[in-house]
């Protein structure tokens, strides 16, 4: 999960309106369906991941020793000893044992990168850095004991009057001892160092309080890796094309946003920087993108980089058959698990794209699960990946899967580095009809946990259209070496367009107990062995039997038998976030609408704002949208609440852009485009994806 800076008060993060430059998609997918108030997919939290063999930078308030960025006047009380220290940038040595070396380095105050990511220690007690004013030397703490000596990049400490100069040095006025550049000598403990930069503002005199604050200001560095994007390609030519939604996720300042795109041998084809407002969220739309540098067509994996906390959502459309599908940003390990994998059924097979996030040569192990229990492994598959590089594993085609036939299971996928994975189903010609998409992130196997939600399930739920019937199902896989026994427990929304016996009600159905490796999927259409009512829909909660028996799962949302298809990963109830960024929404926007379910996973009743913002579909410029007068509401424990825009009068007809959505309790949004074409013959497929998490 993002950590957004403390700093912005609560009434900023609210303001926070999100800039979305042009999507111009001719087809998106996926909405909810127009309930009122009721239940309805990175994401799960984001990943924010540092570059390649750097540690992570520290985000919020830094523990740090405050320097002074001007200059700063120090008038030691009469008879008091002035005791100054210096941040260690290399190695730290002393008559004491400081254990261990600092392993980053820095220049200045100014920058420094990466900071130091060991602890100091020594004989003496080590004194955290202030977090808001510096205590002057009158009372420092901890009184001088002995000496060290730590190298760093210029400061010398005077044991008398001294005016500091400019960064990092110290110029004597009265008597002072002079220590070479490089090396300060401390009368008193080594201090640890945070990640990042700890600045201070404003001056400070010895014997009174310093009249500025200490303020942290970390390099922050996103890295993100989307393993798939297409230009009229998949695995033979066509009319496909993939946009790219980069989100800045602080609302306050903003970044400089650089989009990566590889070929399969690694090479850079093209770099594309943009620059987002405080919470912007700037498109890659690849015919765009590749149109303007005159490039290829191909089949591309793509890093993103920023100075900011960055999230992002990629959009895959098969214009010549109206299909469709968003998947998030995954969540990146060495194990990564993708719960559902066909091969030839329900007339779609899955394409799993597998991207080397690191700047070093991996290998990766794809293991196919199947059987009876769905713990058998039936299909092994090794790729070799560059840097950055993805690969494609096509169900459908590859030598390794035929024997497979007709085949529902799940794969492992493992990796000599990090990997990043996402899913996409689609029906193939060999398959079967084309129009039903489905895309997700793989989840790392770390992430497994005893307890998931879901924020929309739906059985038989009726559709836009009089005759259209709605049914999720629910996939879960065991990646553990021990049983786990896992129950889903179901709420009902109570929304009026439900049923009388949906509304408020509580369902379930039996648990089932899993193997290790073992994979269920339960479904909530009638008939499906569980309690709930037809036209019913509302929130899911996944347990199991012990904290150790973890699991993964996902969810299909079908419309008709899965003649319309998303879906999307069930969220850690952990990554439940009180600030959520969403980097699109419509009303009635080339025949797709958007949905907005939010589940509130607290015990507690949740306090629940959405606030959305306009986008220009020429230039870009996002604009808030005022005078919503439903677009704050209380939300009960483990309940839900749609917003659908054709029911909020501030927003007009053929409206896209952002919005973010602030709550005083944890909640899980999810984002459903759906169409809304009277015209079943002409709709497109819908997408979902999860809500951004940045708390």
Same mark, same amino acid.
């Given at each position: 999960?993002?950590?957004?800076?403390? @700093?912005?008060?609560?009434?900023?993060?609210?303001?926070?309106?999100?800039?979305?430059?042009?999507?111009?998609?001719?087809?998106?997918?996926?909405?909810?369906?127009?309930?009122?108030?009721?239940?309805?997919?990175?994401?799960?939290?984001?990943?924010?991941?540092? &570059?390649?063999?750097?540690?992570?930078?520290?985000?919020?308030?830094?523990?740090?020793?405050?320097?002074?960025?001007?200059?700063?006047?120090?008038?030691?009380?009469?008879?008091?000893?002035?005791?100054?220290?210096?941040?260690?940038?290399?190695?730290?040595?002393?008559?004491?044992?400081?254990?261990?070396?600092?392993?980053?380095?820095?220049?200045?105050?100014?920058?420094?990168?990466?900071?130091?990511?060991?602890? $100091?220690?020594?004989?003496?007690?080590?004194?955290?850095?202030?977090?808001?004013?510096?205590?002057?030397?009158?009372?420092?703490?901890?009184?001088?004991?002995?000496?060290?000596?730590?190298?760093?990049?210029?400061?010398?400490?005077?044991? /008398?009057?001294?005016?500091?100069?400019?960064?990092?040095?110290?110029?004597?006025?009265?008597?002072?001892?002079?220590?070479?550049?490089?090396?300060?000598?401390?009368?008193?403990?080594?201090?640890?160092?945070?990640?990042? *930069?700890?600045?201070?503002?404003?001056?400070?005199?010895?014997?009174?309080? &310093?009249?500025?604050?200490? *303020?942290?200001?970390?390099?922050?560095?996103?890295?993100?890796?989307?393993?798939?994007?297409?230009?009229?390609?998949?695995?033979?030519?066509?009319?496909?094309?993939?946009?790219?939604?980069?989100?800045?996720?602080?609302?306050?300042?903003?970044?400089?946003?650089?989009?990566?795109?590889?070929?399969?041998?690694?090479?850079?084809?093209?770099?594309?920087?943009?620059? $987002?407002?405080?919470?912007?969220?700037?498109?890659? !739309?690849?015919?765009?993108?590749?149109?303007?540098?005159?490039?290829?067509?191909?089949?591309?994996?793509?890093?993103?980089?920023?100075?900011?906390?960055?999230?992002?959502?990629?959009?895959?459309?098969?214009?010549?058959?109206?299909?469709?599908?968003? @998947?998030?940003?995954?969540?990146?390990?060495?194990?990564?698990?993708?719960?559902?994998?066909?091969?030839?059924?329900?007339?779609?097979?899955?394409?799993?794209?597998?991207?080397?996030?690191?700047?070093?040569?991996?290998?990766?192990?794809?293991?196919?699960? /199947?059987?009876?229990?769905?713990?058998?492994?039936?299909?092994?598959?090794?790729?070799?990946?560059?840097?950055?590089?993805?690969?494609?594993?096509?169900?459908?085609?590859?030598?390794?899967?035929?024997?497979?036939?007709?085949?529902?299971?799940?794969?492992?996928?493992?990796?000599?580095?990090?990997?990043?994975?996402?899913?996409?189903?689609?029906?193939?010609?060999?398959?079967?009809?084309?129009?039903?998409?489905?895309?997700?992130?793989?989840?790392?196997?770390?992430?497994?946990?005893?307890?998931?939600?879901?924020?929309?399930?739906?059985?038989?739920?009726?559709?836009?259209?009089?005759?259209?019937?709605?049914?999720?199902?629910?996939?879960?896989?065991?990646?553990?070496?021990?049983? @786990?026994?896992?129950?889903?427990?179901?709420?009902?929304?109570?929304?009026?367009?439900?049923?009388?016996?949906?509304?408020?009600?509580?369902?379930?159905?039996?648990?089932?107990?899993? &193997?290790?490796?073992?994979?269920?999927?339960?479904?909530?259409?009638?008939?499906?062995?569980?309690?709930?009512?037809?036209?019913?829909?509302?929130?899911?909660?996944?347990?199991?039997?012990?904290?150790?028996?973890?699991?993964?799962?996902?969810?299909?949302?079908?419309?008709?038998?899965?003649?319309?298809?998303?879906?999307?990963?069930?969220?850690?109830?952990?990554?439940?976030?009180?600030?959520?960024?969403?980097?699109?929404?419509?009303?009635?926007?080339?025949?797709?609408?958007?949905?907005?379910?939010?589940?509130?996973?607290?015990?507690?009743?949740?306090?629940?704002?959405?606030?959305?913002?306009?986008?220009?579909?020429?230039?870009?410029?996002?604009?808030?949208?005022?005078?919503?007068?439903?677009?704050?509401?209380?939300?009960?424990?483990?309940?839900? !609440?749609?917003?659908?825009?054709?029911?909020? /009068?501030?927003?007009?007809?053929?409206?896209?852009?952002?919005?973010?959505?602030?709550?005083?309790?944890?909640?899980?949004?999810?984002?459903?485009?759906?169409?809304?074409?009277?015209?079943?013959?002409?709709?497109?497929?819908?997408?979902?994806?999860? /809500?951004?998490?940045?708390?």
């Amino acid at each position: 999960m993002l950590t957004k800076p403390s @700093a912005a008060p609560l009434a900023a993060r609210t303001a926070w309106l999100i800039g979305l430059a042009t999507l111009a998609l001719a087809a998106s997918a996926l909405i909810l369906r127009p309930p009122t108030a009721a239940g309805a997919p990175p994401r799960g939290r984001l990943a924010l991941d540092a &570059p390649s063999g750097a540690a992570a930078p520290a985000q919020g308030t830094l523990t740090a020793t405050a320097v002074a960025t001007g200059t700063a006047t120090i008038t030691p009380t009469v008879g008091a000893t002035l005791t100054l220290t210096a941040m260690p940038t290399g190695s730290a040595t002393s008559d004491d044992t400081v254990t261990p070396a600092p392993t980053g380095s820095a220049t200045s105050d100014d920058t420094a990168t990466p900071m130091p990511t060991g602890s $100091a220690t020594s004989d003496d007690t080590a004194t955290p850095m202030p977090t808001g004013s510096a205590t002057p030397d009158d009372t420092m703490t901890p009184a001088p004991t002995s000496s060290a000596t730590t190298v760093g990049t210029g400061t010398a400490i005077a044991t /008398g009057s001294a005016t500091a100069i400019s960064t990092g040095t110290a110029v004597a006025t009265g008597s002072a001892t002079a220590i070479g550049t490089g090396t300060v000598v401390a009368t008193g403990s080594a201090t640890s160092v945070a990640t990042g *930069t700890a600045i201070a503002t404003g001056t400070g005199t010895a014997g009174a309080t &310093p009249s500025g604050t200490v *303020t942290a200001a970390p390099t922050v560095s996103a890295n993100l890796a989307l393993p798939l994007a297409s230009l009229r390609r998949w695995h033979e030519a066509g009319n496909v094309a993939t946009g790219i939604q980069v989100q800045n996720l602080d609302p306050d300042s903003a970044a400089n946003i650089v989009a990566q795109f590889f070929d399969d041998s690694g090479a850079i084809v093209a770099s594309v920087p943009r620059t $987002a407002a405080g919470g912007g969220a700037p498109n890659f !739309y690849l015919p765009t993108v590749f149109r303007d540098l005159a490039l290829a067509s191909g089949i591309f994996s793509v890093r993103v980089t920023g100075n900011q906390p960055l999230g992002a959502i990629v959009r895959t459309d098969w214009f010549s058959v109206r299909g469709a599908g968003i @998947a998030a940003n995954p969540a990146t390990g060495p194990d990564v698990i993708v719960a559902s994998f066909l091969r030839r059924s329900h007339g779609r097979s899955s394409m799993v794209a597998v991207q080397n996030t690191t700047s070093t040569t991996a290998t990766a192990t794809i293991v196919a699960y /199947g059987g009876a229990g769905g713990n058998m492994p039936r299909a092994t598959f090794q790729l070799t990946l560059p840097p950055h590089a993805a690969r494609r594993i096509w169900a459908d085609f590859e030598a390794a899967f035929t024997a497979l036939g007709t085949f529902e299971g799940w794969l492992r996928v493992t990796g000599t580095q990090t990997l990043s994975v996402q899913a996409w189903e689609v029906g193939e010609i060999a398959g079967g009809a084309p129009l039903a998409v489905a895309a997700f992130e793989g989840q790392p196997a770390a992430t497994a946990g005893n307890r998931l939600a879901v924020a929309l399930f739906r059985s038989a739920q009726k559709g836009v259209l009089g005759a259209d019937r709605l049914n999720t199902r629910i996939v879960v896989v065991n990646p553990g070496l021990i049983p @786990a026994v896992v129950t889903v427990s179901y709420a009902g929304t109570a929304n009026e367009t439900a049923s009388m016996a949906c509304r408020g009600g509580s369902f379930a159905h039996p648990a089932v107990t899993l &193997p290790p490796g073992g994979r269920h999927v339960f479904r909530q259409a009638p008939g499906g062995g569980h309690s709930i009512p037809a036209d019913c829909f509302g929130t899911a909660r996944i347990r199991t039997g012990a904290p150790a028996q973890r699991v993964v799962a996902m969810v299909y949302d079908a419309t008709n038998d899965d003649e319309l298809l998303s879906a999307y990963v069930a969220l850690p109830e952990a990554d439940a976030a009180q600030l959520v960024a969403l980097p699109l929404f419509r009303r009635r926007h080339v025949g797709l609408t958007t949905g907005i379910q939010v589940m509130n996973i607290a015990t507690t009743t949740a306090t629940v704002r959405i606030a959305f913002s306009a986008t220009d579909a020429g230039t870009g410029v996002s604009t808030p949208i005022g005078g919503c007068t439903v677009c704050q509401q209380a939300i009960a424990p483990n309940d839900s !609440y749609t917003w659908w825009p054709p029911s909020i /009068g501030g927003i007009p007809d053929g409206t896209f852009g952002a919005a973010v959505i602030t709550s005083n309790q944890p909640i899980i949004a999810l984002v459903n485009d759906y169409p809304t074409s009277p015209d079943a013959a002409a709709r497109t497929d819908p997408a979902t994806y999860l /809500g951004l998490s940045v708390q």
